[in-house]
């Protein structure tokens, strides 16, 4: 009789013990199936660039929901950036995704030599070049970027994610437009900036500065001074990646329209240079938000140089405050990658079906 009892108490102590561990452990499945509503705001330009290949992902992933993409100045002029985006909408089936128009300048309306020199048509009357298969019939939406950042975040808060892989314009104008924008924002993912401090931080606009961040310095400290959660996906981790032929041969060996739309324009890359290698910058960014794991981070105040002298738009990152610095936020910052796994999960995601509007 004394045995039974002992084990009909241990019986219960075990049954106890199995309950609490499956409570214990349901919020970490909750959160690894979370859907996140994101607004994508980009200087678009179609594959190879890595702002085409980071669109893939975010629309292709089931744990993504793009709200709407949002176009900015940057690699091309606003106007060559918003035509780009619509007709790779409509070649990769994804017409229902809305397309805003945002910032042609950046904040201080400072046109940079670099930029100047590097890509004249930025603030021309210069009309956009025909992208490839002709000019889009899909429509940008009349709203702006700015208003539609803007109206979402403030009627869903602590809801949305912005994903910025382009100059910072659009977001700075939204926080500064509603003083309520910025709290309401639930996290930023920025690709931008080399931090000297971490390994690999050396610029590429300049020797010190990165081109996101260099384009529209005073933009770039309006956003990492608001508040915002921020995951700053930096030139540092870009550069632990190796893009190469082997990952692209594996994407293409699957027919879908994006996998068409690339045999169509990285192809040709490969064909004439077989070694071609490119880094993956937005495409780490967008796939940090899926698979948070796949990076490491560090806290860090990052703070912006918008003094118009050799460091103009270098970013710095330090574990305190500095002289100059006083307003500077504490924000993750990404410094390592697991190459592996990542290369593996963005095959995975860029290879997807497409998602369509019924699905």
């Known amino acids: 009789m004394k045995k039974i009892l002992i084990l009909t108490i241990a019986s219960i102590f075990l049954s106890l013990s199995m309950l609490s561990l499956n409570l214990a452990t349901r919020p970490t499945m909750v959160l690894s199936d979370e859907i ?13 660039q890595d702002d085409a290949l980071a669109t893939i992902v975010a629309l292709n992933s089931p744990k993504i929901n793009v709200l709407g993409i949002t176009t900015v100045a ?5 106007e060559q950036a918003t035509v780009d985006l619509l007709r790779f909408l409509e070649i990769v089936k994804r017409e229902d995704v809305p397309v805003f ?9 400072e046109v940079s030599d670099f930029a ?8 021309s009357d210069e009309p956009p070049s025909m992208p490839l298969g002709g000019f889009p019939k899909k429509k940008a939406e009349r709203q702006s970027a700015v208003d539609f950042m803007v109206n979402t975040v403030i009627n869903r808060p602590q809801e949305i994610t912005i994903v910025a892989i ?8 939204a926080i500064r437009q509603h003083p309520d924008f910025a709290k309401s924002v639930k996290e930023i993912i920025v690709m931008g900036g080399a931090i000297a401090t971490l390994p690999d931080g050396a610029g590429n606009a300049t020797p010190n500065a990165e081109f996101n961040f260099w384009v529209d310095p005073e933009a770039a400290r309006v956003v990492l001074r608001s508040g915002i959660p921020i995951t700053l996906s930096p030139l540092n ?10 990952w692209y041969e594996k994407v293409v060996s699957v027919n879908t329209p994006v996998t068409s739309l690339l045999k169509q324009t990285m192809g040709p890359e490969f064909e004439k240079d077989p070694e071609f290698i490119d880094l993956m910058y937005d495409q780490v960014a967008i796939m940090s938000l899926i698979y948070p794991d796949i990076v490491k981070t560090v806290d860090l105040y990052v703070d912006v140089d918008i003094n118009h002298g050799i460091n103009y738009g270098t970013s710095v990152g330090w574990d305190g405050i500095w002289p100059g610095a006083e307003g500077a936020k504490k924000i993750k910052v990404q410094y390592d990658l697991d190459w592996k796994k990542f290369i593996d999960l963005f095959i995975k995601e860029v290879s997807r079906p497409p998602i369509t509007k019924n699905d």
Do not use: Q
């Open 116 to 123: 100047k020199s590097t890509w004249g048509k930025w603030w």
């Open 36 to 48: 996140h509503d994101i607004i994508l705001d980009t200087d678009f330009s179609m594959p190879p």
């Open 101 to 109: 128009v945002g910032s042609n300048m950046p904040l201080v309306h």
């Open 74 to 78: 940057g690699n091309n002029s606003l």
């Open 166 to 173: 382009g100059p910072l314009t659009n977001v700075a104008k």
């Open 237 to 246: 981790v870009s550069r632990k990646t190796k893009g190469s032929e082997t």
